[in-house]
Nanobody, 127 residues
Framework: QVQLVESGGGLVQAGGSLRLSCAAS????????VGWFRQAPGKERAFVAT????????YYADSVKGRFTISTDNAKNTVYLQMNSLKPEDTAIYYC????????????????????WGQGTQVTVSS
């Protein structure tokens, strides 16, 4: 089992950047595929980005492609989401999630694939 804690959220102006962190405890991240999801007020939780257990594969939602980057630091047991060129529509609670993959290079976009979730961190982008 793994416990996840997100951090790094905050208030930023449009065009700015934030880096979210997702720290794992209880088991190392290199056992899991990891995803970032977000939920805006009144909307369903939506996929943002994912990275494979091997760290070799990543996949992004079209809405963030070219602006967000997911990465992993195995030494720190942490996964990051670097968010650049932020827009007001990026405002949401951001969650990281971990799941045991079928194979090391697998990436997953469905929330139901992930068994473990953090508590979320708020990102607010002002116009």
């Amino acid at each position: 089992q793994v416990q996840l804690v997100e951090s790094g959220g905050g208030l930023v102006q449009a065009g700015g950047s934030l880096r979210l962190s997702c720290a794992a405890s209880g088991r190392t991240f290199n056992s899991y595929a990891v995803g970032w999801f977000r939920q805006a007020p009144g909307k369903e939780r939506a996929f943002v980005a994912t990275i494979s257990r091997s760290g070799t594969n990543t996949y992004y939602a079209d809405s963030v492609k070219g602006r967000f980057t997911i990465s992993t630091d195995n030494a720190k047991n942490t996964v990051y989401l670097q968010m650049n060129s932020l827009k007001p529509e990026d405002t949401a609670i951001y969650y990281c999630a971990a799941g045991l993959p079928s194979y090391t290079s697998a990436v997953y976009t469905r929330a139901g694939t992930y068994a473990y979730w953090g508590q979320g961190t708020q990102v607010t982008v002002s116009s």
